[in-house]
DNA sequence: ATTAATGCAAACGGTTTGCACTACT
DNA sequence: AGTAGTGCAAACCGTTTGCATTAAT
């Protein structure tokens, strides 16, 4: 209706992702702008075997050592962050802007993420209890979410 | 190799392990023996590579694939349950009498066992908030602990 | 012209498997 | 005697690395 709308200026670390890489004297290649294509387009984590997938989808030529590094250097820019997923693999967590743990169900497979807020009373009762400062980065829930249970 | 599944541990389970595989025809062996040994003088959870070193200890000619092969077999004997540790690896949880979890700090490397009491407060809220049941057995803290915060 | 990044292939480390042999029952 | 379990070596799979080549700066 009208005009467009307005929109709070949100900065989108994709974009800046290849000056960011460039300030560090790190090179813009294809093969990377298509890892971030792949992770841009995502659900907020990703198997590395899915990125590498993914990119094979747009290019088959793409090499796994090649991702890898890419992950590797995206990492070290903070734009994403590895962990290990249930079955003890790569996983790696996109835009970590606002830290998260995640929820997964074993049921069907499907995974949420875990925000400060929804994690404030374990958190809380974590620290009451055992002086235990919890790293919500790497919270990991499983169980059987409402549909399945 | 197909064994029935799914056993009731008993009340010192270690003490009958011999038994119960007897009880399935399965045999019982030196090196079985062993990985029990070891199991039983765990702390509660280990990583497949300490049984194999602690193996290995007792017995320089211990081989990997055997006690793997233990392990998969108590498994399915229901005294120790396989997971993850934080950095992806096999780790096998003694004894899940009671369902627990488990808290690590990633400073000092220590961990502890989370209690359904203890994870009271967590496993209602992700029932009545997003009416996601938690697996308690796969609860997975990670963080700092009192001492080293 | 530099030198970071790529692509390949080979190495890696933890886990699994096939198979002939051993030894528990 | 019969067959589950062992030990070895080789396969596996996801990830990492060395190195010569390519290409972004």
Redesign the interface.
Known sequence: MGYPRRVVATRDPWLSAAEQMRARGMRWTPQRRLVIDVLARSSGHVAASDVIEQCRRADPLTTPSTVYRTLDALETLGLIQHG?A?????EYHVLPQSEHGH?Y??NCGGS?EIDAK?AA??TR??RD???????LS?????????EC?
């Not at 790497?138 to 409402?146: D, K, Q, S």
């Open positions: 290990h249930a079955d003890g693999h790569e929820r169900c074993t949420w929804e009373e374990l009762s974590m209890r055992q002086g235990f400062e919890v790293d790497h919270l990991t829930i499983v169980g059987r979410c409402a249970a």
